[in-house]
C-alpha cells in the first residue's frame, strides 16, 4: 500500500494554500437563451441545494447577459460569474459569484461527468478541502470519448489522487503537532505520527471503497464522452436536455490565452420553463 509521508505534504499543502438518477419525477427545467442558439437544461432533485440555488438565481434573472467566459474545446463550457456583463475584452474573468458557496452534493457514482453534464465549479482543494461550490459559476461537459484501457488507468490515477487528498486533511487536522515536531527535530515522532496517519488513512479508503468506475460510466464515456478524471471531485447537478449541438457551436469557437471567446458568447435570458 502506498505510504504518504508528512513533512512533504504538510509543506507541500501550506505552500498551495497562500448519470442517470432514479428520482426523475417534476425536476425543473432551466431554458437558456443565448447568442448562438438556446439549450434546456433539467435539475436534479437529488441535489436539492443546487438546484434551488439555480432556480432562486434564475428567478432574479441573475444569468441574463452573463457570458460563457471560459470554454475549453473537449472539455467543457464554462458561465455565471456576473463580472463578466459588459466585461470589456480580455478583461480576465472567472472570480466574480454571490458572496456564498454552496456544500457539495456528491451523488456518485448516480450522477457522473457524462457528455451534457450540467456542474457546479469551484476553487481548488488547496483553498477549499471541502469541495464546496460556487455561488452561479457552472459549466457544461462536452469532453471527449475513452477507450476503456485509458479509464483503467484513470481509475487508478484517480484512487491515488483521492488517497492524497485524504492525507493531506489528516495533516490538516495535526497541523499543529507536525509543525511543532519539526521545529524540535522530532523524528521519532514524526515517523510515529506518520504511521497512525497512513494506518487511519487505510481504514478511511478500505470504508469508502475507492473510486471504481461503473458499468454505465463505461458505456457513457467509451461511447458518447464525457470528462471522467473530474468524478467525485465537482458536484454534477442536472444535464442537457436539448441543445447540446449549440453547445457544440459554443466549445468550437475561437478563444484567447485566458480561454475566453474571442467574440462573446452571451445568455441573454434563463427562464425557467417547467
Keep these: 500500500m502506498r505510504k504518504y509521508f508528512i513533512i512533504l505534504t504538510i509543506m507541500a499543502t501550506l505552500t498551495s494554500a497562500c448519470g442517470a438518477g432514479n428520482n426523475t419525477g417534476n425536476e425543473r427545467e432551466i431554458l437558456f437563451k443565448t447568442t448562438m442558439g438556446d439549450i434546456r437544461v433539467k435539475l436534479y432533485n437529488e441535489t436539492p441545494a443546487h438546484r434551488d440555488n439555480f432556480i432562486s438565481l434564475?428567478?432574479?434573472n441573475y444569468f441574463d447577459s452573463i457570458l460563457f467566459h471560459r470554454v475549453i474545446r473537449d472539455f467543457m463550457i464554462q458561465g455565471g460569474d456576473p463580472d463578466s456583463?459588459?466585461?470589456?475584452k480580455g478583461a480576465?474573468?472567472?472570480?466574480?459569484g454571490p458572496e456564498y458557496t454552496l456544500p457539495a452534493e456528491f451523488i456518485y457514482p448516480q450522477y457522473f461527468h457524462k457528455r451534457g453534464a450540467l456542474s457546479a465549479a469551484r476553487q481548488a482543494d488547496q483553498v477549499n478541502p471541502e469541495r464546496r461550490s460556487s455561488g452561479s459559476q457552472f459549466y457544461i461537459v462536452t469532453g471527449k470519448k475513452?477507450?476503456?484501457e485509458e479509464l483503467r488507468v484513470m481509475q487508478k490515477q484517480m484512487l491515488n489522487q483521492e488517497r492524497q487528498s485524504i492525507f493531506n486533511s489528516l495533516c490538516?487536522?495535526?497541523r499543529d503537532t507536525i509543525i511543532k515536531m519539526?521545529?524540535?527535530?522530532?523524528?521519532?515522532?514524526l515517523t510515529r505520527l506518520q504511521t497512525e496517519l497512513n494506518q487511519k488513512l487505510d481504514t478511511i479508503m478500505q470504508t469508502k471503497g475507492g473510486v471504481k468506475f461503473t458499468d454505465e460510466q463505461i458505456?457513457?464515456?467509451?461511447?458518447?464522452?464525457?470528462t471522467p478524471f473530474l468524478d467525485n471531485q465537482y458536484t454534477v447537478f442536472g444535464e442537457v436536455l436539448d441543445g447540446m449541438d449549440v453547445v457544440d457551436k459554443i466549445q468550437k469557437v475561437r478563444t484567447d490565452a485566458n480561454d475566453r471567446p474571442v467574440e462573446d458568447v452571451m445568455i441573454i435570458s434563463a427562464?425557467?420553463?417547467k
Design 172 to 174: 490538516m487536522e495535526r
Design 182 to 189: 519539526q521545529q524540535e527535530n522530532d523524528e521519532a515522532g
Design 271 to 273: 427562464t425557467i420553463i
Design 146 to 148: 475513452y477507450r476503456e
Design 85 to 88: 456583463k459588459g466585461a470589456p
Design 219 to 226: 458505456k457513457a464515456y467509451t461511447t458518447v464522452g464525457g
Design 58 to 60: 434564475v428567478e432574479q
Design 92 to 96: 480576465h474573468l472567472g472570480s466574480g
